[in-house]
């Protein structure tokens, strides 16, 4: 097993990397939590293949346990979708001494993450991410949120879990595209601060190769984020650079209505666009932008910027939560593999910075 300790001001916690994991919750829980009540959240996809693993082990270890199952997807992350979850919290007569546990991806862990954070003002919850976007990402920091019609993220808080659960072995179970999807996020923690995991990803041959070295990547990962949210937990400076590739992947995500491109993929078409445009302004070192768009696409990633309003993805990013009050965005840019930096851009530039004339 592999344990990793966010050490911050106000709390600590372990984040559990361990294969076969997910059958042993139970027992790992019931020694630190003194009330037996556990409600689960997950989406119905995730919920069918591995509920009832977490549920038996819950249940052995004499808790008694409720679950609320979500659609799947984006699409999900709303108040609509949260106030049923609440309503279901109500019904189970579910108390600040309990505790909610988040079985899912990152849609599941951000709407859980929430609930926790405002049902009865606070109660405590548990991650156990099943996508490899969630374990090397979002389930890790306390960021949880919900989506708004103007915009993704743009209702939430900083509430971190009590601990965080990671059984590579859940990972089997992804299709093709959410592998890559999360692979994305990867490549990302490569791009930003750490180069050798990008010669791993280009020395493994096939998704297999991969799935047998995750643990070694996940907890890469892992680290990188621990030192930046340690650092910067509420994400006001060195933190931001987790969000490479994020401003415009976000707008994409929005303009197509969630549906077309996931986050990972919204993201890889950031991180080539920004790549791309800062080597081009001789910001980012030469060849950085090939080798990103060889990374991307041997993991089946889009590395263009499909066709969209741009002024409707401007007013989406103006938005954005690196934006500021001044009318400047924190754009987030490489100066090489594996070294990033934050770079201030004038709001009213962003179109011009961001969207190249695809046609030269």
């Not at 991650?127 to 960021?143: E, H, M, N, R, Y």
């Not at 010669?199 to 493994?204: G, V």
């Not at 907890?219 to 984020?225: P, R, V």
Request: hydrophobic residues 40%.
């Amino acid at each position: 097993m592999n344990i990793i300790s966010i050490n911050l001001k106000e709390k600590c916690y372990k984040i559990y990397i361990e294969r076969g994991s997910l059958k042993c919750i139970g027992e790992k829980l019931k020694s630190v939590y003194k009330s037996r009540n556990v409600v689960v959240i997950t989406d119905c996809n995730v919920g069918k293949l591995y509920l009832n693993t977490l549920r038996e082990s819950l249940l052995s270890a004499g808790f008694k346990v409720n679950s609320i199952s979500i659609p799947p997807g984006e699409k999900s992350k709303t108040l609509d979708v949260l106030k049923g979850v609440y309503e279901n919290l109500c019904k189970f007569n579910t108390r600040r001494s309990d505790i909610i546990i988040s079985l899912g991806g990152g849609v599941v862990g951000d709407l859980a993450g929430f609930a926790a954070a405002t049902y009865l003002r606070g109660i405590r919850y548990i991650q156990v991410p099943t996508s490899i976007l969630a374990q090397v990402d979002s389930s890790i920091g306390g960021k949880v949120a919900v989506d708004l019609p103007w915009g993704k993220n743009l209702v939430g808080s900083f509430y971190h879990p009590d601990a965080v659960f990671i059984d590579p072995e859940v990972l089997v179970s992804l299709n093709d595209r959410f592998f890559s999807d999360g692979m994305s996020e990867v490549i990302k923690y490569g791009f930003i601060r750490d180069k050798s995991i990008l010669e791993t990803l280009a020395s493994l041959p096939s998704k297999n190769d991969v799935l047998n070295n995750i643990e070694d990547i996940i907890c890469k990962c892992c680290n990188i984020k621990k030192q930046l949210v340690e650092m910067d937990e509420r994400d006001l400076g060195d933190r931001m650079m987790l969000n490479f590739g994020h401003t415009l992947g976000h707008a994409v995500e929005k303009y197509y209505n969630y549906v077309k491109y996931s986050h990972g993929e919204a993201v890889a078409i950031g991180m080539a666009a920004i790549t791309r445009r800062t080597e081009e302004m001789g910001i980012t070192k030469s060849g950085t932008y090939d080798y990103m768009k060889y990374i991307l696409e041997k993991y089946v990633l889009p590395t263009c910027i499909p066709d969209l309003n741009r002024e409707a993805a401007v007013d989406s990013i103006a938005l954005d939560k690196k934006s500021s009050s001044n009318g400047t965005l924190n754009l987030i840019v490489l100066e090489e593999v594996g070294k990033a930096r934050i770079m201030k851009v004038k709001i009213p530039q962003v179109q011009e910075f961001l969207f190249l004339d695809e046609t030269k």
